[in-house]
């Protein structure tokens, strides 16, 4: 079966190179959109022209050889170029796809965002955004009554060594908490995980080294948040327990052939669980038995970002780095995934990628896809293929 190619609703230019992008998940907000971006620029005494020329993962690589040792003959060192951010809001206007349109409200300067994740769970009655940078830090940002403009809250630097923020995770996905924890997944391949209380005020619960190269990817198992699984750029995928202060990984998996750069527990199945490595594998996992996944599915391109669908436990959203991003229809026992729907109008590398919270018109349709894009700096609104068969996910 040939996928279907949706056109896109809208687009729009973020000016700085867009790698994460994030539907606000309440149905009150759900026409929000936050979008960060990351970009190189000189540094000011050099001049103040932005330029891009690296992606995000080569920037990385490039900083680790700069710190190795070098008994050669010294030379003058380049000054390091800056690493810039902004964060974007939008809000998607319009009743019906024909007059969908993509408002930018809100622009904040930050350091370079890499990853961005929105509580599923309101915060002291508040919407809010935790913001992964270049820095090293965990930003938290909340939506202002009445409208879209964010508002940092909090911020919490995890070091000071130069590592960056690579990815993040909230603890609350399924299992709503007073105090919320969120992991971060730093550059030196360390994990931190943070406590949040009442008063918006960040404390460490624990750091430990999970990997020895980049930790690419964070997440928790939504049903059971003792538990949380890593991926790094040793290729490995690992399980950790909270309750045994994270001294060593329950277990460690070899199956993907390269880096491992995105997972999520399925919040419609207790047991489910995918994760996209930069192999253009999706593999998906029965939780109770890691030893071999369910299925393997071809993505393609490198598999950035993987997205559960808000209601339904079978379909999932793909982010695939150099070959665009993808909507995967699973079978009932989860050996199969077939693509349905590919959007192929980003020119660059499809980093994030997210679904719509609002309610569609009917159980058939599709939500709202909103993606973004690296060297070309773009957005889109997109809807993918409406679905064959009702919600089974429960």
């Known amino acids: 079966m040939t996928p279907y190619n949706p056109p896109s609703l809208d687009s729009d230019d973020t000016v700085y190179s867009a790698d994460s992008i994030e539907f606000c998940p309440f149905q009150s907000h759900a026409n929000f959109v936050a979008c960060g971006t990351y970009q190189l620029a000189k540094d000011e005494s050099e001049g103040d022209t932005v330029e891009t020329t690296q992606t995000t993962e080569e920037t990385l690589t490039a900083a680790a050889d700069d710190d190795s040792d070098d008994d050669e003959e010294e030379v003058e060192p380049e000054k390091p170029m800056l690493r810039l951010g902004r964060l974007l809001v939008y809000d998607v206007q319009g ?29 002291n009655g508040v919407p809010t955004l935790g913001v992964a940078d270049a820095s090293g830090g965990l930003s938290l940002y909340q939506l202002k009554t009445g409208g879209g403009d964010l508002e940092m809250v909090t911020k919490y630097e995890t070091n000071s060594d130069k590592k960056l923020a690579l990815s993040l995770d909230w603890s609350n996905r399924v299992q709503a908490r007073e105090t919320p924890r969120i992991a971060v997944s730093l ?49 490995l995928l690992k399980g950790w327990d909270m309750r045994m202060d994270c001294s060593y990984a329950t277990f460690t998996s070899r199956t993907h052939k390269m880096g491992v750069c995105s997972i999520q527990s399925n919040p419609h199945d207790e047991h489910i669980m995918a994760t996209g490595s930069y192999d253009d594998t999706v593999l998906i996992w029965d939780t109770r038995s890691m030893r071999y996944p369910l299925s393997t599915t071809e993505a393609g391109g490198g598999v950035w970002r993987l997205k559960w669908h808000p209601t339904r436990k079978d379909v999932l959203l793909t982010g695939c780095m150099y070959n665009g991003f993808h909507v995967l229809h699973y079978d009932p026992d989860w050996a199969t995934g077939t693509i349905g729907s590919s959007f192929m109008e980003h020119k660059s590398i499809a980093y994030g990628v997210d679904w719509s919270y609002e309610p569609t018109t009917t159980p058939l349709e599709q939500p709202l896809v909103v993606s973004c894009s690296f060297y070309d700096h773009l957005i889109h609104l997109w809807r993918p293929k409406n679905m064959e068969t009702e919600d089974a996910s429960n």
């Open 95 to 123: 009743s019906s796809d024909d007059s969908r349109k993509l408002k930018n409200i809100a622009c904040i300067d930050t350091d370079a965002i890499l990853d961005m994740k929105w509580s599923h769970q309101l915060i």
């Open 187 to 235: 550059s030196n391949g360390d994990i931190t995980v943070l406590d949040l209380d009442s008063a918006s005020t960040l404390t460490e619960a624990l750091t430990w080294h999970a990997h020895d190269l980049e930790a690419w990817i964070v997440g928790w198992n939504y049903h059971d948040t003792n538990v949380l699984y890593t991926g790094a750029d040793d290729s």
